[in-house]
């Protein structure tokens, strides 16, 4: 079974740093894209960035480009979000989605709060 296991949210206040990890397990073969969601309060998910593995290829929304770093470890099918300059807006909860062989699975969240 697929399973993703994410960790590393917290509290910060404004123009800190975290970084989440996501561990991912059951598809060490295959290719994939892994990326993280973030939902806050009141409001719908929205996309935060994505790798694609071996393509080497990220993605990022515009509300976080050049500040969230998105990286792979491919041996350890793990994805890492390093969040700088973080923001009151960034508080949410983050959700780490991996899609493979065209399916999306998608781990639990970790809690991001940025205070002012």
């Known amino acids: 079974d697929v399973q993703l296991q994410a960790s590393g949210g917290g509290s910060v206040q404004a123009g800190g740093s975290l970084r989440l990890s996501c561990a991912g397990s059951?598809?060490?073969?295959?290719?994939?894209?892994m990326g993280w969601f973030r939902q806050a309060p009141g409001k719908e998910r929205e996309f935060v960035a994505a790798?694609?593995?071996?393509?080497?290829?990220?993605y990022y929304s515009d509300s976080v480009r050049g500040r969230f770093t998105i990286s792979l470890d491919n041996a350890k099918n793990t994805v890492y979000l390093q969040m700088n300059s973080l923001k009151p807006e960034d508080t949410a909860l983050y959700f780490c989605?991996?899609?493979?062989?065209?399916?999306?699975?998608r781990g639990q969240g970790t809690l991001v709060t940025v205070s002012s």
């Open positions: 059951g598809f060490t073969d295959s290719t994939y894209t």
């Open positions: 989605q991996a899609t493979i062989d065209g399916e999306d699975y």
């Open positions: 790798i694609a593995r071996y393509a080497e290829r990220t």
